[in-house]
């Protein structure tokens, strides 16, 4: 009878199924521990080795998950693990795939990427954080949408992960400072992704990327200023006494920080009160005439306003098609969504300046700006 030595024990291979299934459930994890060792220490021969995955194959359908827990455990990292045995073991309880989804390289990313498509969260976790990862499988996680998977995957260097993945968690995670300082500390982040990063983050952590992914001092600070027009133009949303807002244009023009980047700002968040009393202030008109003239007659009124203003010449056309999406968006019975004119915002400037590439507002804000500068 051919026999198989395991730790000094003799299994024979006559009565395979016997041994995995009816042992006594003392026994069981006991001999998965012992068979699993030494099938991962390579002390067995081919013969050996082949008779082991077919006890593998029935530990793997042991009714105790105990037993099958233990086998998940010693076989995790053999590479000599057959695809069909680690893919069942993968699907299993989470007791017993864990250690596959986190350790096997006998998984290929289809089986990766339908074990996340599964939703189970914490089999995703483990996928996570296994040693490396394919572009495919990262942008699987983020689209999970999950704090706490991406919060793994950002920490995981050995994570491929595309520009488009990372331009999704931007737009998922955009106010996170948690996850903003997982992407400061990623080693390798392409150009779009670290001055959409400047934009959104403030601060030390703004100082840290600029330092850590060698900005271009230039470069530097004029995404250090968007940032800070950035936030200037979501606080100035709060402000909606007419006469504050007149005191607040006037101070920003006698600073000259009435920028050509932050009217945009304001005019894409719908602020026309301000922005009407920005114009007027940059084209030393009234106030209350120029707010009301850009409400009732739209572009008509802004290239008025526009050629007194000093403002670059070849940024017309995108105040005009600002100012438009959202008059039209205001007079309109169902208001579109934020979202909604945002696309539609970005659409029509990427139509009227070739050297605009479509991104988030933020992104086309900056471009423009410095096409406005370069001119």
Excluded at 126 to 148: C, M, N, Q
Aim: proline content about 4%; hydrophobic content about 45%.
């Amino acid at each position: 009878m051919n026999t198989l030595s395991v730790a000094g024990q003799f299994v024979e291979t006559t009565v395979l199924d016997e041994l995995a299934n009816g042992l006594a459930m003392t026994q069981r994890p006991a001999l998965a521990a012992r068979l699993g060792s030494a099938f991962v220490g390579d002390r067995l021969s081919e013969r050996e080795r082949q008779v082991a995955i077919a006890i593998f194959r029935c530990l793997a359908g042991d009714t105790e998950i105990e037993v099958r827990r233990m086998l998940a455990e010693q076989i995790k990292s053999s590479p000599l693990l057959p695809h069909s045995l680690a893919l069942k073991l993968a699907q299993d309880v989470e007791a017993v795939a864990l250690p596959i989804l986190e350790n096997s390289f006998v998984l290929t990313d289809e089986d990766l990427l339908s074990i996340i498509g599964s939703g189970n969260v914490v089999k995703q976790r483990a996928i996570a954080r296994r040693d490396l990862l394919s572009e495919a499988v990262s942008d699987a996680l983020v689209g999970t949408r999950r704090k706490d998977v991406v919060e793994l995957l950002l920490a995981n260097e050995g994570a491929d992960i595309a520009e488009d993945s990372y331009a999704k968690l931007l737009d998922t995670f955009a106010d996170d400072p948690e996850i903003q300082e997982l992407l400061v500390d990623r080693p390798m982040l392409p150009f779009d992704i670290r001055y959409r990063l400047v934009l959104l983050v403030s601060g030390d952590l703004q100082a840290r990327l600029i330092e850590e992914h060698a900005f271009p001092s230039t470069l530097a600070d004029q995404l250090i200023r968007h940032g800070h027009e950035r936030a200037l133009a979501h606080s100035l949303l709060a402000e909606t006494d007419p006469q504050g807002i007149d005191v607040a244009a006037l101070r920003l023009h006698k600073n000259g920080e009435l920028t050509a980047t932050l009217l945009l700002r304001t005019l894409w968040l719908g602020q026309l009160q301000f922005f009407g009393a920005a114009m007027a202030a940059l084209a030393r008109t009234p106030s209350a005439k120029a707010r009301e003239n850009l409400r009732r007659n739209g572009s008509a009124a802004l290239r008025e306003l526009y050629a007194k203003s000093g403002l670059p010449a070849q940024l017309q056309k995108a105040f005009q098609v600002i100012l438009e999406t959202v008059l039209e968006a205001r007079r309109s019975e169902t208001a579109p969504t934020q979202e909604a004119q945002d696309r539609r915002i970005v659409q029509e400037l990427v139509q009227s300046y070739r050297r605009v590439s479509p991104e988030a507002p933020d992104n086309v804000i900056f471009q423009l700006g410095r096409l406005g500068s370069e001119g």
